[in-house]
């Protein structure tokens, strides 16, 4: 069954780190651009970061540039954001998402997302 | 404030067929052929429905359908059903800023 599962969500202090992951399986995960998208609560869509099929290159949204790296790894069929310096404007659920070809901007496949809450 | 403008609400009756408009500039939906709409059931993560203004992937149904005039990109639902409703959002590639933008989103009533 073809799948995107994520992880690592929960609520995190202002100033602190989350490690996001999203395991993939009933697809070969290495021929796939990857994709973040968050949606804050009762808001709409907005892409945050996007990675090619070996890592780089990788892309960001101005919102989080520079805090929030993405990764891969191919070996384990996963995909990564490391979430720094969280905002409470940070707090979204986030969703990992398959990008169907490479010169591609849509995402065919999602997860059910993880949900990251930024408060003190 | 969303790069790309959608309407807030549109409603229709079962059966009847209703367009979802998405309006963005000729640095974004005007100036690339790559639109994508996406449908989000209440509590559920979002589906595409269209990529590249007009093409559906496999199992979508072709009541769902996407068309691009200049600046303004449209989804048309046929044949309204109730299991029809729910948010839809439309995205573009966009050449400046950041590289896919969305709309606001869409709420769709099926009266």
């Known amino acids: 069954q073809v799948r995107l599962e994520e992880s690592g969500g929960g609520l995190v202090k202002p100033g602190g780190s989350l490690r996001l992951s999203c395991a993939a399986s009933?697809?070969?995960?290495?021929?796939?651009?990857m994709g973040w998208i968050r949606q804050a609560p009762g808001k709409g869509l907005e892409w945050i970061s996007y990675?090619?099929?070996?890592?780089?290159?990788?892309y960001y949204a101005d919102s989080v540039k520079g805090r929030f790296p993405i990764s891969r790894d191919n070996a384990k069929n996963s995909l990564f954001l490391q979430m720094n310096n969280l905002r409470a404007e940070d707090t979204a659920i986030y969703y990992c998402?398959?990008?169907?070809?490479?010169?591609?901007?849509?995402?065919?496949?999602w997860g059910q997302g993880t949900l990251v809450t930024v408060s003190s | 404030q969303s790069a790309l403008t959608q309407p807030a609400s549109v409603s229709g009756s079962p059966g009847q067929s209703i367009t979802i408009s998405c309006t963005g500039t000729?640095?974004?939906?005007?100036?690339?052929?790559?639109v994508s709409w996406y449908q989000q059931r209440p509590g559920k993560a979002p589906k595409l429905l269209i990529h590249?203004?007009?093409n559906r992937p496999s199992g979508v149904s072709k009541r769902f359908s996407g068309s691009k005039s200049g600046n303004t990109a449209s989804l048309t639902i046929s044949g309204l059903q109730a299991e029809d409703e729910g948010d839809y959002y439309c995205?573009?590639?966009?050449?400046?800023?950041?590289?896919?933008?969305f709309g606001g989103g869409t709420k769709l009533t099926v009266l």
């Open positions: 998402a398959r990008v169907p070809y490479s010169s591609s901007w849509s995402f065919e496949l």
């Open positions: 000729s640095s974004d939906l005007g100036g690339y052929n790559y």
């Open positions: 990675i090619s099929t070996r890592g780089s290159p990788v």
């Open positions: 590249e203004v007009s």
């Open positions: 009933g697809f070969t995960f290495s021929d796939y651009y």
């Open positions: 995205s573009s590639y966009s050449a400046i800023n950041t590289l896919v933008v």
